[in-house]
C-alpha cells in the first residue's frame, strides 16, 4: 500500500484504507502503538490500553453483555462472611 503524508493541523498523518485497516483487525479509535526500528515506522494494536469490557470481549469473541449472561455463575459475588481481624469494611 502507497500513501501520502498529509498536514494535519500542526501535525503530519497518513490515510489507511478501511480494508487494508479491517485486515488488520484495527477500526476506528482503536489505541496503536507508533515504533520505529531502523528506518522503519512500525504502528501495531496497543493492548496496554484496553478496558476489562474490551478484554473480555476480545477473550470470549462475543459482546461483554453476552459473556455475562452466558457466564452469570462465574462472575457472582463471593460471601466471605464477618470480618475475623481488624478489616476495614
Known amino acids: 500500500m502507497t500513501t501520502t503524508i498529509v498536514k494535519w493541523g500542526n501535525s503530519r498523518g497518513i490515510r489507511l484504507s ?3 485497516l479491517e ?3 484495527l477500526k476506528d479509535n482503536d489505541v ?3 515504533l520505529t526500528d531502523n528506518g522503519k515506522i512500525i504502528i501495531q494494536k496497543s493492548y496496554r490500553h484496553k478496558t476489562f469490557k474490551q478484554r473480555i470481549e476480545e477473550f470470549y ?3 461483554f453483555e ?4 452466558e457466564n452469570a455463575c462465574e462472575f457472582e459475588e463471593e460471601d466471605w462472611g464477618a470480618p475475623v481481624g481488624e478489616e476495614i469494611w
Open 18 to 20: 478501511k480494508p487494508f
Open 23 to 25: 485486515s488488520l483487525d
Open 32 to 34: 496503536v502503538d507508533v
Open 61 to 63: 469473541g462475543k459482546d
Open 66 to 69: 453476552t459473556v455475562l449472561k
